[in-house]
């Protein structure tokens, strides 16, 4: 059974910066893509960076480029999400994704990835970002 655990989330400045971090487990697939969305209330789920189980096709949201950076190490299962700059528009509840064994990863309006091509998602950790 494939678990994605969220951790890193919480309450930072206008400004910081956070690390959200995801571990996976129970997943075989020798290829897949792998993302971070958000969800703020009332709006909806917004992908904010993929990347393919290669190290490429990294995409992002406009609205994090040059800000926001995601990574992985696979010796460790898990993936990370280097977030600067954070700005009070930036809180929401963060979640990890993966898919289903693709290689690939649709695109959404805003640029990042479409949550139509992930299979597996995580709880979710918050952040908040105050002015």
């Known amino acids: 059974q494939v678990q994605l655990v969220e951790s890193g989330g919480g309450s930072v400045q206008s400004g910081g910066s956070l690390r959200l971090s995801c571990a996976v487990s129970g997943y075989t697939y020798s290829r897949y893509c792998m993302a971070w969305f958000r969800q703020a209330p009332g709006k909806e789920r917004e992908g904010v960076a993929g990347i393919v189980s290669d190290g490429s096709s990294i995409r992002y949201a406009d609205s994090v480029k040059d800000r926001f950076t995601i990574s992985q190490d696979n010796a460790k299962n898990t993936l990370y999400l280097q977030m600067n700059s954070l700005k009070p528009e930036d809180t929401a509840m963060y979640y990890c994704?993966?898919?289903?064994?693709?290689?690939?990863?649709?695109?959404?309006?805003?640029?990042?990835?479409?949550?139509?091509?992930?299979?597996?998602w995580g709880q979710g950790t918050q952040v908040t970002v105050s002015s």
């Open positions: 994704a993966a898919s289903d064994g693709r290689n690939w990863y649709a695109l959404g309006p805003r640029g990042g990835p479409h949550p139509a091509s992930f299979r597996y």
